[in-house]
Each structure stands twice: as C-alpha cells, then as structure tokens.
C-alpha cells in the first residue's frame, strides 16, 4: 500500500520504521474517533439543556435492538442516558463529556505529531545518508556532467521537502478520511435520506482535486528545477569571487541572477495558483450544500433546532477534512516531484564497480604496466590511443606534453578513477580491474595541481587517509614533506585551523601538506599532477626536495609542465592527442631532434 501511495522509491524507507508509522496512524485515528463527540452533543445541548424552566429533562440517544433469537432483524430505538435532571445539570455534563473528549482528542493528536515528526526525520536521515554514500561512491564522470549548486539543491531543498511532507501526507491519508466517515456514520444514523442528497456534489470536488493535483506536480517539479538552478548560481559565485571581482563583472552577475530569481519566482506563482486555488473552489460548490441542508431538514424532514445544528455542523466537520485531503493530495504530488529528482540520482549506476570475488593487491613491488591502453570519454572523441609502457617499482617516470595530451587522465586511469575503454592497466601482473578498489587506492597517494584540503586543523588534513595515526607519524609525514618547520610556525601549530580549501596558506604550503597527506599512508605507488606547476620558485624548490627524498622508496609517476622538476626522472614520456610520440631519459630526449628539446628550450630559451 505504501509503494502504491508513495512510489516504489520512498517506501521501502518508511518501512524501515513500520513501528512509528503504526504509533502515528493509531493515534491519528484514535484523535479522528474523538472528534464526532462534540458534535453529537450539540443535539440535546440545544433541544434540552437549553429548556427554560426547571422541568427535569433527559438525554437519549439512539440505540439497536436486535430481536430476541436472530441477529439479522433489528430495530433503532432510544436509550437514556441521564434521566430526571435539570438543564443546567445536563449543560454541566454535557459540557464535561465534551472538554473531556476534546483533551483526549489533543493528547493524541499531539503524540501523534511526535510519532510522525520522528517518522519523517528519521526516513530522510536515512535517505541523506544513503544520498551523501552515493555521492562518494559515484565516478567522477558523473559530476562533469552535472552542476555542483545543482546536485547541492537535490540533497538539501529536496530532503527537505520530503522532510516537511512524507509525515504530513500519511497521517492526513488516515486522519483526514477517517474523520470523515465518522461524522458521515452519524449523519446515516440522523437521517441518511438528507445525507444522500446532500452528496450529489461529490463527483464535482472529486473532479476538482484530480484537475488540480496534476497541475500541482507539474508545477512543484518545476519550482525543484528552478530553486535548483538558483542554488547552483549561489555555489558557482562564491566559488569565483576572484574571477569576478578581478574583471570587475559584480553587477552582470547580479543581472544574470536576478534572471534566475524572477524565473524561480514566477514558477512559484504559478505552483501557488494550482495550489491554494482549490481551497476557495471547493469552497464556492460546498457552500450551497449548508442552506440546503437547513431548508431541506426543516421543510421536508421536520428536525428541530438542535439537530438541524448538529447536521450543519456535522455537514461542515465532513467537508474540512474532504477540504484538507484534496491539500493532502496537492502535496503527495509535491512530494513526488521532489522524489523523482532525489532518486534520479540514487539510481544512477557507477560506471565502476568491484567484479565479483575481486582480489586483494598485494603490496606493489614490481611493476605498473600499461598494455594497449585507449581511452575516450564519448565514442566519438578518444583521449588514449594505444598506450603502452611498462614502470619498474621505485623508478620516478615523467609525462610531459602539449595541455589537453591526455597525461592527467592517464595516471587518472591508475586508481581506476575512469576504467579504460581498450587494453587494460597491471600493477605487478595483477589487472586493476580485478582487485578490489581498497587495496589499490590504499597503495597510491595523490597530490594534484590543485590542492583540496578541509576546513579543519594541518594535523586533522595531514591524518586524513590514516585518522589513528599519532602525532610523532603525523610530524614524520610533515618534515618528509619539508612541511613541518611552517607549520611550527603557525599559531598554534598543527592545531592550526586551515580555511575553506585551505584559503589561510599559500599555494607552496597546500602542496607540501597535500604530500605529508599523501605519504602518512605509506603508500608504494605516487602520483604528482602537476604538483608544482603554480608555485613560486622558491616554493617549488622546497616540493622538489620533498620528491627528490622519496626517489627509490616509492614508484613516482609525474605530470608536469615545468621540466625543471623533472630532472632527476629516470624515464620521460611526451605525449600529443593522446599518443606517446616519444619516451627516454632526459640526456637521452636532449641529444636528439625531438619534441621534448623543443620544450625544453622554450622554456629555457634564456
């Protein structure tokens, strides 16, 4: 039922809370039985309790009487209740059965709420982990597909919608339906032949509800897309402040935004329309059922005042919650839309995926192979075309070449980031899409050109691949990296809190502890990409002696635009459109007619 109501994506996660969802409804429908009380009341409230005089009265109310041996012959009577009192005793009673069902009524609505706000919180707790996992775990050719602000908006307004409905739409599935039969029984039970009457108007609100519940989904998914794009514009600025203050753009941007926000708004108005407009049309068909029911209950039924007052009133407490589950079913289709976009993404299948029964890589000790490797994001456009080499353990090989050669999507290929298209990648005989992907990303440390760090302390940053690491590990990753004697000199040392993305060190320090990050995890196989290709000289020559220590104790396979730092590379490899049009040691590449010595004087012409 629950797949059926909230869609195959979304109930198995309700599940997973069955108890809290039974305590909600069973309270609901408690508070729902609890309601119809006051409303019976009414009747000898006015028709008795309002007597002038002190003439004793009493309360009936209606009673079956089966006949004596059979249980299909029956018949409605009258019972008392209290008998032989004054009115104002019986509005004194009247009145305390009424307070006394009305508190019950509260206590359960309010445990209720309780018991469905911890539902809610909890299925999408469940789904924001769950979400954040797949994040994690997905390629990054996913995210170069799609905007970072937007996939930001799916895992935050989206959970939030759901957070905000999922609970308000079971409960007012139950709630609302079950409030209604209650005063509907009551209205067969004081006269079925006016009720039936009365409900000729059904048809027209049912035919409301489902024109405007389609239009409302339509719409809400709309509303997600556009608050999604709004979100990305907020992420991408704040992400390129230097960008944009340094071409002084502050106000095309702010144009380019205000777009956004007045498209973001006018679907909002439009979703509005849909959505709080059929409240007033149901309002504008039901009001012509009330006089009726007064007109048609004195006229042709001869009800006296206190049970006219009781039908109305009745007739009301049935059209509120009919009122409420057509709102209930606008946000059922709300919170469809927002399902959609949430699961569109848990659904996505990694591209890379662990075979079955993959091994475990053993230390690397031997050798990184690449055997006829191609490689292409889309069939149309290849990156890697037949690459082919093989790199002993603790030899330091070099890739150089043109921007846009294909060298950082090659040594992306190693800790299977992407997976190759043709051939195939060997570390020590072992094909890396054989062995599971711990144990061959445990073995690779990574700095990249530019470095990602946390907003947290050097020491929380340094440890990140190895959290149990002590500080004496933590300080012996940091003086390899020739980044200890810095950090010693920062405020509260490795204490020290870095900044957004590390925004309080400069680019020399950054890559310095994106090593000791590297190294803490006493990897055997490192990757620098352009490790140093944006730091000052001085900065570069600290990351260089950094490298030069860690020659022979670890396989280093570098990209680098500045040959400088490759000086000491047993092997170079130069690539152009994603060939290897050359390979060899520097001496060697230096004495011939090759592209590398064109390199090489261009950037050292001086």
Request: proline fraction near 3%.
């Given at each position: 039922m629950?797949r059926?109501?909230?869609?195959?994506d979304?109930?198995?996660?309700?599940k997973?809370?069955h108890?809290?969802?039974i305590?909600?409804l069973a309270l609901t429908?408690?508070?729902?039985?609890f309601?119809?009380?006051p409303?019976?009341?009414?009747?000898?409230f006015?028709?008795?309790?309002m007597?002038?005089g002190t003439e004793?009265v009493s309360?009936?109310i209606?009673?079956?009487?089966?006949?004596?041996?059979?249980?299909?012959?029956?018949?409605?009577?009258?019972k008392a209740l209290?008998?032989?009192?004054?009115?104002?005793r019986?509005?004194?009673?009247?009145?305390?059965?009424a307070?006394?069902s009305?508190?019950?009524k509260?206590f359960?609505?309010?445990l209720?709420g309780?018991?469905a706000t911890?539902l809610s919180?909890?299925?999408v707790?469940?789904?924001?982990?769950?979400?954040?996992?797949k994040f994690?775990?997905?390629?990054?050719?996913?995210y170069?597909k799609?905007?970072?602000?937007?996939?930001?908006?799916?895992?935050?307004?989206d959970?939030?919608?759901?957070?905000n409905?999922?609970?308000?739409?079971?409960i007012?599935?139950?709630?609302?339906?079950?409030t209604?039969?209650?005063?509907?029984?009551?209205?067969?039970?004081m006269?079925?032949?006016l009720t039936v009457l009365?409900?000729v108007?059904?048809?027209?609100?049912?035919?409301?509800?489902?024109?405007?519940?389609?239009?409302?989904?339509?719409?809400a998914?709309?509303?997600q897309?556009?608050?999604?794009?709004v979100?990305s514009?907020?992420?991408?600025?704040?992400?390129?402040?230097?960008?944009?203050?340094?071409?002084?753009?502050?106000q095309?941007?702010t144009?380019?935004?205000?777009?956004?926000?007045?498209?973001?708004?006018?679907?909002?108005m439009?979703w509005?329309?849909?959505s709080?407009?059929l409240g007033p049309?149901?309002d504008?068909?039901v009001?012509?059922?009330?006089?009726?029911v007064l007109i048609a209950?004195?006229?042709m039924?001869?009800?006296?005042?206190g049970e006219?007052?009781?039908m109305v009133y009745a007739?009301?407490?049935?059209?509120s919650?009919?009122k409420?589950?057509a709102?209930?079913n606008?946000?059922l289709?709300t919170?469809q839309?927002?399902?959609?976009?949430v699961?569109e993404i848990?659904?996505?299948e990694p591209a890379?995926?662990?075979?079955?029964?993959?091994?475990?890589?053993?230390?690397h000790?031997?050798?990184i192979?690449?055997?006829?490797?191609?490689?292409?994001?889309?069939?149309?456009t290849p990156?890697?075309?037949?690459i082919?080499f093989?790199?002993?353990?603790?030899e330091?090989?070099a890739?150089?070449?043109s921007?846009?050669s294909g060298k950082?999507?090659?040594l992306?290929?190693?800790p299977?980031?992407?997976?190759?298209?043709?051939?195939?990648?060997?570390?020590?005989g072992?094909d890396?899409?054989?062995?599971t992907?711990?144990?061959?990303?445990?073995?690779?440390?990574?700095?990249n050109?530019d470095v990602l760090?946390?907003?947290d302390t050097?020491?929380?940053?340094?440890?990140?691949g190895?959290?149990?690491?002590?500080?004496e590990e933590i300080?012996s990753?940091?003086?390899a990296?020739?980044a200890h004697?810095?950090?010693?000199?920062?405020?509260?040392?490795y204490?020290t809190l870095?900044?957004?993305r590390?925004g309080s060190?400069?680019?020399g320090q950054?890559?310095?502890i994106a090593i000791?990050?590297?190294?803490?995890?006493?990897?055997?196989?490192?990757?620098l990409d352009?490790a140093a290709?944006?730091?000052?000289?001085?900065?570069e020559?600290l990351?260089?002696?950094?490298i030069?220590?860690?020659h022979?104790?670890?396989?280093?396979l570098v990209?680098?635009?500045?040959?400088?730092?490759?000086?000491?590379a047993?092997?170079?490899?130069v690539?152009?459109?994603g060939?290897i049009?050359?390979?060899?040691?520097?001496?060697?590449?230096l004495?011939r007619?090759s592209?590398?010595k064109?390199?090489y004087?261009?950037?050292?012409?001086d």
């Amino acid at each position: 039922m629950l797949r059926s109501i909230l869609g195959k994506d979304i109930a198995p996660y309700v599940k997973r809370h069955h108890r809290l969802l039974i305590a909600a409804l069973a309270l609901t429908a408690t508070a729902s039985i609890f309601v119809v009380i006051p409303a019976y009341l009414l009747k000898p409230f006015v028709d008795e309790g309002m007597k002038i005089g002190t003439e004793p009265v009493s309360w009936k109310i209606p009673w079956i009487v089966f006949e004596p041996g059979t249980w299909t012959s029956w018949r409605i009577t009258e019972k008392a209740l209290v008998e032989n009192v004054s009115p104002n005793r019986l509005l004194i009673i009247l009145t305390s059965i009424a307070f006394i069902s009305v508190l019950f009524k509260s206590f359960a609505i309010y445990l209720s709420g309780l018991a469905a706000t911890a539902l809610s919180n909890r299925v999408v707790m469940s789904l924001r982990v769950d979400l954040y996992n797949k994040f994690v775990t997905l390629p990054l050719g996913f995210y170069y597909k799609r905007k970072t602000g937007e996939l930001i908006a799916r895992a935050t307004a989206d959970l939030t919608m759901l957070q905000n409905l999922i609970a308000n739409v079971l409960i007012g599935l139950v709630e609302h339906p079950l409030t209604a039969l209650v005063f509907l029984c009551y209205l067969f039970v004081m006269n079925y032949k006016l009720t039936v009457l009365v409900f000729v108007i059904v048809p027209l609100i049912v035919g409301l509800i489902r024109l405007f519940g389609r239009k409302v989904q339509k719409h809400a998914t709309r509303v997600q897309d556009a608050t999604a794009e709004v979100t990305s514009a907020y992420q991408e600025t704040l992400m390129c402040l230097k960008v944009i203050y340094g071409f002084f753009t502050s106000q095309r941007e702010t144009e380019r935004f205000r777009v956004l926000a007045r498209d973001l708004y006018r679907k909002i108005m439009k979703w509005s329309r849909w959505s709080l407009g059929l409240g007033p049309m149901m309002d504008s068909a039901v009001f012509l059922v009330l006089p009726a029911v007064l007109i048609a209950g004195k006229v042709m039924f001869d009800h006296t005042l206190g049970e006219l007052m009781s039908m109305v009133y009745a007739f009301s407490r049935v059209y509120s919650p009919i009122k409420k589950l057509a709102l209930v079913n606008n946000n059922l289709r709300t919170l469809q839309g927002a399902t959609a976009r949430v699961f569109e993404i848990m659904r996505t299948e990694p591209a890379l995926a662990e075979k079955p029964g993959a091994s475990v890589l053993g230390r690397h000790g031997e050798s990184i192979e690449f055997r006829g490797v191609c490689f292409r994001y889309n069939p149309e456009t290849p990156v890697l075309s037949n690459i082919s080499f093989n790199v002993r353990a603790g030899e330091m090989v070099a890739f150089v070449g043109s921007t846009g050669s294909g060298k950082s999507t090659l040594l992306d290929l190693i800790p299977r980031f992407h997976d190759v298209t043709d051939g195939a990648i060997l570390i020590d005989g072992m094909d890396v899409r054989d062995v599971t992907l711990e144990s061959l990303r445990r073995q690779i440390g990574i700095v990249n050109q530019d470095v990602l760090l946390f907003h947290d302390t050097i020491f929380s940053n340094i440890s990140y691949g190895m959290p149990d690491a002590d500080r004496e590990e933590i300080i012996s990753a940091a003086r390899a990296a020739h980044a200890h004697e810095f950090i010693m000199e920062q405020t509260v040392g490795y204490d020290t809190l870095v900044g957004d993305r590390g925004g309080s060190l400069s680019g020399g320090q950054k890559q310095r502890i994106a090593i000791a990050r590297a190294l803490i995890t006493n990897p055997s196989i490192l990757i620098l990409d352009e490790a140093a290709s944006a730091l000052d000289t001085e900065s570069e020559a600290l990351v260089q002696k950094a490298i030069d220590r860690l020659h022979g104790q670890m396989t280093i396979l570098v990209v680098a635009h500045r040959l400088s730092t490759i000086r000491k590379a047993d092997r170079i490899f130069v690539l152009e459109h994603g060939e290897i049009v050359e390979s060899g040691t520097r001496e060697e590449l230096l004495s011939r007619n090759s592209r590398f010595k064109r390199l090489y004087e261009m950037q050292f012409a001086d």
